[in-house]
């Protein structure tokens, strides 16, 4: 196995840890009892400070872009809560994962990357089976949460791009800028609102620490090894896994469609990565 394949592989189990890790995000937004500007300030506020005690001077390695694609992420986080708390968690996930479509679209325009096949097929294929998946969930009823949560897909894949686009050592100021942003937003709110319960604490913090912090760490690291599309691609695990946490956390079962929507998607990505290891081999 040359280095270079080897530094892919681990790209690529970065980005899967990742995707588990974002997945128990829309669980700790509906159980606790804030409102979306509170939940965002907490959690920006603990991720910003694992970014500095983590990668310290590498977040005052700032350039337009880097702004640019701090402004995308606080907009991606503001919109994905807010989603959340106006429509069901489905609807949220589900719309915000039409990001790979727009990275589909504009990855080979901007780095000038071949558009293989078996790419087009994946998207056809994870998007249909992410319609099996939510079949039963997805509603019409809430069109302003629905319309927040596709405004926060088109940031996902802004971010995905931008941070392709950008130098690699500026993956994390855009990061910690963006949280620091987000905070900054949301403190009006912050103040108005009641102290956490010891229980509430502990969410707060894993969304903080964990679920954003070492999250978005893990992407980015992945990110510099992985195409954007492939990135955006094997991320779409978040949505599949988001009612495991569910039903962990409720015991309430998904639908059977929802269970062939999911082994669809994770079988389609399985065999993307099989045909693209073998050419790469």
């Given at each position: 196995?040359?280095?270079?394949?080897?530094?892919?592989?681990?790209?690529?189990?970065?980005?899967?840890?990742?995707?588990?890790?974002?997945?128990t995000?829309?669980?700790?937004?509906?159980?606790?009892?804030?409102n979306?500007?509170?939940?965002?300030?907490?959690?920006?506020?603990?991720?910003?400070?694992l970014?500095?005690?983590?990668?310290?001077?590498?977040?005052?390695?700032?350039?337009?872009?880097?702004?640019?694609?701090?402004i995308?992420?606080?907009?991606?986080?503001?919109?994905?809560?807010?989603?959340?708390?106006?429509?069901?968690?489905?609807?949220?996930i589900?719309?915000?994962y039409?990001?790979?479509?727009?990275?589909?679209?504009?990855?080979?325009?901007?780095?000038?990357?071949?558009?293989?096949?078996?790419?087009?097929?994946?998207?056809?294929?994870?998007?249909?089976?992410?319609?099996?998946?939510?079949?039963?969930?997805?509603?019409?009823?809430?069109?302003?949460?629905?319309?927040?949560a596709?405004?926060?897909?088109?940031?996902?894949?802004?971010?995905?791009?931008?941070?392709?686009?950008?130098?690699?050592?500026?993956?994390?100021?855009?990061?910690?800028?963006?949280?620091?942003?987000?905070v900054?937003?949301?403190?009006?709110?912050?103040?108005?609102?009641?102290?956490?319960t010891?229980?509430?604490?502990?969410?707060?913090?894993?969304?903080?620490?964990?679920?954003?912090?070492?999250?978005?760490?893990?992407?980015n690291?992945?990110?510099?090894?992985?195409?954007?599309?492939?990135?955006?691609?094997?991320?779409?695990?978040?949505?599949?896994?988001?009612?495991?946490?569910?039903?962990?956390?409720y015991?309430?079962?998904?639908?059977?469609?929802?269970?062939?929507?999911?082994?669809?998607?994770?079988?389609m990505?399985?065999?993307?990565?099989?045909?693209?290891?073998?050419r790469?081999?």
């Amino acid at each position: 196995m040359t280095a270079a394949l080897r530094e892919r592989k681990i790209g690529l189990a970065a980005i899967v840890l990742a995707a588990i890790i974002w997945s128990t995000g829309g669980l700790f937004i509906k159980l606790l009892p804030f409102n979306a500007q509170t939940i965002l300030f907490y959690r920006s506020l603990f991720a910003a400070i694992l970014f500095a005690a983590m990668f310290r001077r590498a977040i005052f390695n700032v350039n337009w872009l880097t702004l640019l694609v701090s402004i995308m992420y606080a907009v991606l986080l503001i919109t994905f809560v807010t989603a959340t708390k106006l429509t069901t968690a489905a609807n949220a996930i589900f719309l915000q994962y039409t990001a790979p479509i727009y990275v589909l679209l504009l990855e080979p325009v901007l780095f000038k990357t071949r558009l293989r096949r078996i790419d087009i097929i994946a998207i056809a294929v994870c998007i249909g089976g992410m319609f099996l998946f939510f079949f039963g969930d997805l509603e019409v009823g809430h069109a302003g949460g629905n319309w927040i949560a596709l405004l926060s897909g088109l940031m996902l894949a802004g971010i995905i791009l931008g941070q392709r686009f950008n130098a690699p050592e500026r993956y994390e100021a855009a990061i910690f800028w963006g949280n620091i942003l987000v905070v900054l937003i949301c403190f009006p709110a912050w103040q108005q609102s009641a102290a956490p319960t010891a229980p509430e604490w502990g969410m707060l913090l894993f969304l903080g620490f964990v679920q954003i912090g070492l999250g978005y760490a893990l992407f980015n690291y992945g990110l510099k090894r992985t195409t954007a599309l492939e990135s955006s691609l094997i991320a779409m695990l978040e949505p599949v896994l988001n009612p495991v946490w569910v039903f962990l956390g409720y015991g309430e079962a998904p639908a059977p469609l929802a269970i062939v929507g999911g082994a669809v998607i994770v079988a389609m990505l399985a065999v993307r990565l099989l045909i693209y290891n073998r050419r790469s081999g």
